[in-house]
């Protein structure tokens, strides 16, 4: 019983240590700040203004043109609407997303069966005739199309139906509605159903539906009427994009592309003066918050006196600041004066405008600076999702917004500087300097100079050699100003791809296998994808990629067969596993065929950015103290907000060694000593408990007899 007291009080005694070692290193972190920003004044986030004219009163309809959606994030939360007396007016966006056609929106009614009855029916030849006949009610409403559609819900099964339908209860009636129509459900190979049948006009108060088949069975239909209307919503624009850099390589064109920020296009259309050509494209999506590929295909025409051909890909949605095209060329020239354009659907925004004013100016649309976040107005609940079905009474609401007659078009004025834009940099918040930075600790630099930027964002994009000597987890990364204080930044790790030339040495061969030593520029390096090319017409080998990790681990991360089909010139590409190599061999199974020579040999990295919100002047980029821990900024809770602002370049000087580089630094350093003031604790905790451990044993053990 005494040993465990004294266990229990000496596992207290480290726990206690511990708790003070860690309240130790808070306190030495600084005191977290508290101060935020003010709010400001609505109207004074957004930098551009035009000025909005309704005639009359009502549901208003404002088209946005292109110079709006530039301007603005993709989902338009830097817009807002002001009234005469600069009021903000709710509104909805119909962004024209769904059915490439339009939008459905159907008016259905569940009848009651007022009588039913069944009968059977002998005939001398065949089956007999079975008979199913339902009286429903009909809608007091008209249906929106001028006619309904009479829906029948069947059971399970194969069938064929004869159907009639007869309007009853009005004067002069029965009316003959529908007679030998008929609905039916077929298996097999070439499966098909009818199950919709459409009536002619018709306001009486009853149908009568009769169902007759040969079957053994009955069909007890269920029933019901829809009425669906069509609606045309947004056309498609083309906004032209702006061309960043043109470079050629290996048989491919490779264009960059800026997207602006409220452009989200559909389809990439590519214009060229090339008369007659047939090519493969893939669209990436780069920069910021990238999202890998976009889409791709294959664009062609043929020279006629009306040319013939597709000139677009479908894309997914981009996310970046920048579009990049690949082309394969192969070995046809590269294609002239390429041009691109962005298609989009054309968003237009409806809102409610006061009848009672004097003349047809109505207010202002206040827009840009992506400083706004999402407005949430209750009238976006009146439009339907772009997959929902809508019935009944918010059917015919949503159908209102698309009725020329009830919706007025409003007309909006040419863009202007909005005189209560606040000129302040977006990101002023944020540009503040964080704790102190012992420059020690890092064995590289780069001299940074930050320029004026608009926003208080600007942008440095980090090359594979200073790759080379950061953590994969870029932990060790600081940007401090001349007085050692650290400026807060966010990681963008896969924001950019390049291709990096690879030497090639080799091969050597032996036992009918070659090798071939692929030379880093820089090791460790990331990359995630290899291309070789060599000037043999085919080949189909069996291949590995032998590979060095930067711990001295050598292991293989790729096997497979290398290939090159028959009259292909295209370089072989090799989707790699990502992952930081200090060295690459290719090993190839010639069997009897004699080695490969490879021309050039590139691997694709990716390369992350760092986004910095600091003023303008000159400021170090400290790498390599690979036990440091990550930094952890305020900065991150507003990603979003940070990264839609644009971003100016860093001018960066070359990587080099830290003169001020100290290993004793990093050995007395405040996490080092902490770590070693933990251990000494715990090794000092542990010979106690082992002395007195033992002291107790020889006190209790019995005496020898």
Not at 51 to 72: D, H, M, N, Q, W
Not at 269 to 290: K, M, N, S
Not at 535 to 558: C, H, N, V, W, Y
Request: net charge neutral; charged share 25%.
């Amino acid at each position: 019983m005494r040993r465990t007291r004294v266990v229990a009080a000496l596992a207290c005694a480290v726990a206690a240590c511990a708790a003070l070692l860690c309240a130790q290193a808070a306190r030495a972190e600084g005191p977290e700040r508290t101060d935020r920003p003010q709010p400001v004044e609505l109207r004074r986030l957004f930098p551009q203004e035009a000025e909005v004219a309704v005639k009359g009163g009502g549901l208003s309809r404002l088209v946005l043109p292109p110079a709006i959606l530039t301007a603005c994030r993709p989902d338009l939360s830097d817009l807002r609407l002001f009234d005469e007396r600069d009021k903000e007016v709710p509104f909805l966006v119909d962004a024209g997303a769904g059915k490439p056609a339009g939008v459905e929106i159907t008016q259905r009614f569940e009848p009651k069966v007022l009588e039913a009855a069944r009968a059977e029916i002998r005939r001398e030849s065949g089956p007999p005739l079975r008979r199913e006949t339902l009286e429903i009610s009909m809608p007091a409403a008209e249906p929106q199309t001028g006619s309904w559609v009479l829906v029948v819900e069947p059971r399970p099964g194969e069938f064929v139906c004869r159907v009639s339908v007869d309007g009853i209860g009005t004067p002069g009636g029965p009316d003959r509605l529908m007679e030998n129509g008929s609905i039916f459900r077929l298996s097999g190979a070439r499966a098909a159903e009818k199950l919709r049948l459409p009536l002619p006009p018709y306001r009486g108060p009853r149908l009568r539906v009769v169902f007759e088949t040969e079957h053994p069975f009955w069909l007890e239909p269920a029933l019901r009427l829809e009425s669906a209307r069509a609606i045309e919503r947004a056309g498609k624009i083309d906004v032209p994009l702006d061309v960043l850099s043109v470079r050629g390589a290996d048989g491919r064109t490779v264009v960059d592309l800026a997207r602006p920020r409220g452009i989200v296009p559909e389809l990439l259309r590519i214009e060229t003066a090339t008369r007659t050509f047939d090519r493969r494209i893939e669209v990436r999506d780069d920069g910021p918050a990238g999202g890998g590929g976009l889409g791709s295909g294959t664009i062609f025409r043929v020279e006629a006196l009306v040319p013939v051909g597709d000139q677009e890909v479908a894309l997914r949605p981009a996310r970046g600041d920048r579009l990049r095209v690949e082309i394969d060329d192969g070995d046809s020239p590269a294609l002239e004066r390429l041009a691109f354009a962005a298609v989009i659907r054309q968003p237009s925004l409806i809102f409610s405008a006061d009848a009672g004013r004097a003349s047809d100016a109505f207010g202002t649309l206040r827009f840009g600076g992506g400083r706004a976040h999402a407005p949430r107005y209750d009238l976006a609940g009146l439009l339907p999702a772009p997959a929902a079905t809508v019935t009944g009474k918010r059917a015919e609401a949503a159908a209102l917004l698309y009725d020329p007659a009830a919706v007025h078009a409003a007309r909006l004025g040419g863009a202007r500087p909005s005189p209560a834009y606040d000129g302040a940099p977006a990101l002023a918040f944020a540009m503040r300097p964080g704790a102190r930075v012992d420059r020690r600790l890092f064995s590289h630099q780069r001299s940074l100079t930050v320029p004026s930027s608009a926003e208080g964002l600007s942008r440095l994009r980090i090359e594979p050699a200073d790759l080379a000597v950061l953590s994969d987890d870029l932990s060790d990364l600081r940007v401090a100003d001349a007085g050692s204080q650290q400026w807060p930044y966010l990681v963008e790790l896969a924001a950019a791809t390049d291709l990096v030339r690879l030497e090639v040495e080799g091969p050597k061969s032996r036992d009918r296998v070659s090798r071939y030593a692929l030379r880093l520029p820089v090791s460790p390096m990331r990359f995630d994808r290899l291309i070789l090319d060599t000037g043999a017409g085919f080949f189909d080998r069996a291949f590995s990629l032998e590979a060095k990790t930067p711990d001295k681990q050598q292991t293989t991360i790729l096997r497979g067969r290398l290939t090159r089909p028959v009259d292909d010139p295209r370089p072989v590409s090799l989707a790699v596993p990502p992952g930081r190599l200090a060295s690459v061999d290719l090993v190839i199974e010639d069997g009897d065929d004699v080695p490969l020579e490879f021309g050039s040999a590139q691997a694709r990295v990716l390369l992350p950015e760092v986004y910095l919100t600091a003023p303008e002047g000159r400021y170090v980029l400290l790498l390599g103290a690979p036990d440091h821990d990550a930094p952890r900024y305020e900065l991150e809770r507003v990603r979003d907000v940070v990264l839609a602002v644009k971003a100016a370049p860093i001018a960066a000087g070359p990587l080099e060694p830290n003169k001020d580089y100290s290993l004793h630094a990093r050995l007395t350093g405040q996490g080092y000593r902490q770590t070693a003031l933990l251990w000494t604790a715990l090794s000092a905790a542990v010979v106690v408990l082992v002395v007195m451990t033992l002291r107790l044993a020889r006190r209790e053990s019995p005496p020898a007899a």
